[in-house]
């Protein structure tokens, strides 16, 4: 396949994913759009390292994950210590950092 | 073949993303995630990126999904409302975002001029994206980003043991319900195995309120029994 319908199933994704962050309320759901938004990065990322045969773009990708990765876990750590609290799981009621 | 498998694996990463959106219970989410990223490593494979397709099944919709998982289970994954409160127009405006972002992008990618995108890329040999390949550079040339991103793991386990870990809490009830007979056998803070792990001796009721304070003891509060 060429590499331009990559290029469109990846900008498909990545615009599913930033109207579902402005859509949803439970921050879980949140993090899981802006790791489809991270995805189709990544998609994008290595369509044009196979356009043009260079492996640098890959290693890119790679980099991106572990960063994903990381804000996954802190995110995660978050909502638990909203849970831990008994803060409500929502961010329309959730509008400042402290306590 | 090619075309069928990319058409395949497309239609299931987008209906995947559609699904995670769409979803009111962030537990099918999650579900919906593991099938889209499997689609995504597919779509991976058929663009030569053996390592990344790898790293993606294993790492991704291994293990961080199972994370995800125990935390919704956790918090509680209760059902929400689709869209924000009635009355207010954001989910339309989210909707016509999302199609005016898509057809940016569009733009902006398939319109660059770029002479090789509708192409199938320059031909590349039979390493390409192998883990032989991605791993000579990764310990070479592109060693400093290696070494930063290992240490910015370090960093966010460390963190989210802090954000994560129980302050206080209901433990005070947990140590009355721990008074065994091998706390008679134990003396007292000699290092023993059993104060390694947190199980302290007690001291006796009469004193343990003044003694709760001291500030070896605090520590062991903090645990996540």
Same mark, same amino acid.
């Given at each position: 396949m060429d590499i331009g319908w990559y290029l469109t199933v990846s900008a498909l994704i990545f615009a599913i994913g930033a109207a579902g962050v402005l859509t949803r309320r439970s921050p879980?759901?949140?993090?899981?759009?802006?790791?489809?938004?991270?995805?189709?990065?990544?998609?994008?990322?290595?369509?044009?390292?196979?356009?043009?045969?260079?492996?640098?773009?890959?290693?890119?990708?790679?980099?991106?994950?572990?960063?994903?990765?990381?804000?996954?876990?802190?995110?995660?750590?978050?909502?638990?210590?909203?849970?831990r609290r008994r803060l409500p799981i929502n961010v329309d009621e959730l509008r400042e950092l402290q306590g | 073949m090619?075309?069928?498998?990319?058409?395949?694996?497309?239609?299931?990463?987008?209906?995947?993303?559609?699904?995670?959106?769409?979803?009111?219970?962030?537990f099918y989410s999650v579900l919906a995630l593991v099938s889209h990223l499997l689609s995504l490593a597919a779509l991976f494979l058929l663009l030569h990126a053996e390592f990344v397709a790898a790293a993606q099944v294993i790492v991704y919709a291994g293990a961080v999904m199972v994370l995800y998982v125990f935390v919704v289970a956790y918090v509680g994954g209760q059902d929400e409302p689709l869209g924000p409160r009635p009355g207010s127009g954001l989910r339309v405006v989210s909707l016509v975002f999302g199609a005016a972002l898509f057809i940016e992008l569009c733009i902006a990618t398939?319109?660059?001029?770029?002479?090789?995108?509708?192409?199938?890329?320059?031909?590349?040999?039979?390493?390409?994206?192998?883990?032989?390949?991605?791993?000579? %550079? +990764? /310990?070479?040339?592109?060693?400093? #980003?290696?070494? *930063? $991103?290992?240490? %910015? +793991? /370090?960093?966010?386990?460390?963190? #989210?043991?802090? *954000? $994560?870990?129980?302050?206080?809490?209901?433990?005070?009830?947990?140590?009355?319900?721990?008074?065994?007979?091998?706390?008679?056998?134990?003396?007292a803070n000699t290092g023993t195995m059993a104060e390694a792990v947190g199980v302290r001796r007690r001291l006796p009721p009469a004193t343990e309120r003044a003694g709760a304070t001291e500030p070896e003891q605090a520590p062991v509060t903090d645990a996540d029994r």
């Open positions: 879980l759901v949140i993090l899981l759009c802006i790791e489809l938004m991270l995805n189709a990065a990544n998609l994008a990322l290595i369509a044009f390292a196979r356009m043009h045969g260079d492996p640098d773009g890959q290693i890119f990708a790679i980099i991106v994950m572990v960063v994903a990765a990381c804000e996954v876990t802190i995110g995660l750590g978050i909502i638990v210590a909203m849970h | 090619a075309a069928l498998l990319f058409f395949l694996a497309g239609t299931g990463a987008i209906a995947g993303a559609a699904g995670v959106v769409a979803m009111r219970n962030p398939l319109g660059s001029g770029l002479s090789l995108i509708d192409t199938r890329g320059t031909p590349v040999g039979a390493g390409f994206g192998s883990p032989g390949q991605i791993g000579e %550079l +990764l /310990l070479t040339r592109y060693l400093l #980003a290696f070494e *930063l $991103a290992s240490f %910015l +793991l /370090l960093i966010a386990a460390v963190g #989210a043991v802090v *954000l $994560a870990r129980r302050r206080g809490g209901v433990s005070a009830a947990d140590d009355q319900a721990r008074y065994s007979a091998m706390d008679l056998l134990r003396p």
